[in-house]
């Protein structure tokens, strides 16, 4: 079992940045590939990004590609999600998970509400 906590959500205007940084405990957190996923009212569920083990790998949704950056570091359990020039599509809440592939999905954090204002 691995426990994820995210961090980092909040209110900002459109053209703004925020890091949103996931804890990871339990198991080794460097055996998964970690991702973060959104949530928009009304909407499923949807991929942003994921990064393998190593962060040798490092995949993007089409709407994250140029603005966002998902990195890790092994040595503190944590993964981040640097956001910049936010728009308010953006708004949603996000999640941190943990497993395999390209878009890691087995164990999930809780989530954080980014709410991006125009």
């Known amino acids: 079992q691995v426990q994820l906590v995210e961090s980092g959500g909040g209110l900002v205007q459109t053209g703004g940045s925020l890091r949103l940084s996931c804890a990871a405990s339990?198991?080794?957190?460097?055996?998964?590939?970690m991702g973060w996923f959104r949530q928009a009212p009304g909407k499923e569920r949807e991929f942003v990004a994921a990064?393998?083990?190593?962060?040798?790998?490092?995949y993007y949704a089409d709407s994250a590609k140029g603005r966002f950056t998902i990195s890790r570091d092994n040595a503190k359990n944590t993964v981040y999600l640097q956001m910049n020039s936010l728009k308010p599509e953006d708004t949603a809440v996000y999640f941190c998970?943990?497993?395999?592939?390209?878009?890691?999905?087995?164990?999930w954090g809780q989530g954080t509400q980014v709410t991006v204002s125009s």
């Open positions: 998970a943990a497993g395999y592939g390209s878009s890691p999905s087995r164990f």
């Open positions: 339990g198991r080794t957190f460097s055996n998964y590939a």
């Open positions: 990064i393998s083990w190593s962060g040798d790998r490092i």
